[in-house]
């Protein structure tokens, strides 16, 4: 009798776990009380997953995932062709919204946000990617970055910090796909003859921080705001950053620091003190602080908005153009008194 190979052998429990990202105990409730579990068990005791079962409970992960009853999950994914169940949703799986009565709208983005961290935790790309594209569908760019997308990046910080390094792997590829799924919603550039009177919105991040999701969620904002913006990423240098404030006369500059040690407040006031043009109409940027890195830095004359939405809110009060003969200094038109909660 031929010795079966190791991939017919199937997996255990332990492994299968580590793979979808959920604890052993669940795989093991959910065959006690639900009948998904292996088809083989090895002298009596051993549990060994087939293909077959791990595209059942592929399948049961998806669902539960998206808010389904695990019960409902349950009967869906045994009934499932195999070769249904493992890409992806299968045909008569049922939606969060089929199920009455459905969760209030804040309740249900923080669910998929849970949802969105647990797929990226199984590293499965095709279920994050579509939940990041319904996010953005069903809520909108603002709502979808607060209440979805930060909530699963910070669990899975959470996760990573609390395991010893394990799941770094998993913070990478969620920063890249909420990263594509922002670029996708980020408008053309202003074509010159639409911009505004005022410069173009400067987003950067200071001299050595590179986390740079919040300015892309920022920058799509802006751009769907059909304001001109010019995005340079992470961790700029300070004098290129300068040179280019001084080629383009931004109308605001938005400087992001995610950690205290990023946060340079002789930068900020750096570029805050520059000015371009002649002499009686000369311009000036304002400055706009973001992240976590400015908290307890008191910078006078800047900005600190308190999220995404404040921050359009703010540089979208900046489209004023002003009347002839006035100099264009932001800084003086918008109060600079709000500041983070």
């Not at 077959?52 to 019960?71: F, K, Q």
């Not at 349950?74 to 009565?101: L, Y």
């Not at 010019?230 to 300070?238: E, H, I, T, Y």
Request: with cysteine; aromatic share 4%.
């Amino acid at each position: 009798m031929a010795t079966p190979s190791h991939a017919d052998a199937g997996v255990t429990t332990g492994a299968l776990a580590r793979r979808l990202g959920v604890s052993p105990t669940t795989l093991r409730s959910w065959d006690r009380r639900y009948g998904v579990g292996p088809a083989r068990r090895e002298d009596g005791r051993h549990r060994r997953w087939t293909p077959r079962d791990v595209a059942r409970v592929e399948t049961m992960c998806r669902l539960t995932s998206a808010g389904v009853p695990t019960a409902e999950a349950a009967r869906v994914a045994k009934r499932a062709p195999a070769a249904d169940a493992a890409p992806g949703r299968t045909a008569d799986a049922p939606t969060p919204a089929a199920q009455a009565p459905g969760p209030a709208p804040a309740s249900h983005a923080r669910q998929e946000g849970k949802g969105l961290a647990r797929a990226a935790v199984r590293l499965d790309a095709t279920a994050v990617e579509e939940r990041l594209a319904a996010a953005l569908a069903d809520h909108g760019l603002v709502d979808a970055w607060q209440d979805v997308m930060v909530p699963a990046l910070h669990a899975v910080g959470r996760r990573w910090a609390s395991s010893g390094d394990q799941y770094i792997e998993v913070e990478h590829m969620l920063s890249w796909y909420v990263s594509t799924a922002l670029r996708r919603h980020t408008l053309p550039t202003v074509p010159p003859g639409d911009a505004t009177a005022a410069g173009p919105v400067l987003l950067a991040c200071t001299p050595g921080e590179h986390h740079t999701l919040p300015l892309e969620a920022l920058n799509a904002g802006l751009t769907q705001l059909r304001l001109p913006t010019r995005m340079f990423g992470g961790a700029v240098p300070a004098e290129a950053l300068m040179a280019a404030v001084r080629r383009l006369g931004p109308v605001a500059v938005v400087l992001w620091s995610q950690v205290r040690s990023t946060a340079s407040r002789p930068l900020a006031e750096y570029i805050a003190a520059a000015e371009w043009g002649v002499k009686g109409a000369r311009g000036a940027p304002l400055v706009v602080l973001g992240g976590p890195g400015w908290a307890g830095r008191p910078t006078r004359g800047m900005l600190r908005p308190t999220g995404l939405r404040d921050a359009l809110d703010v540089l979208a009060g900046l489209r004023r153009t002003p009347p002839p003969g006035e100099p264009r200094r932001p800084g003086a038109r918008v109060s600079p008194s709000r500041a983070p909660a």
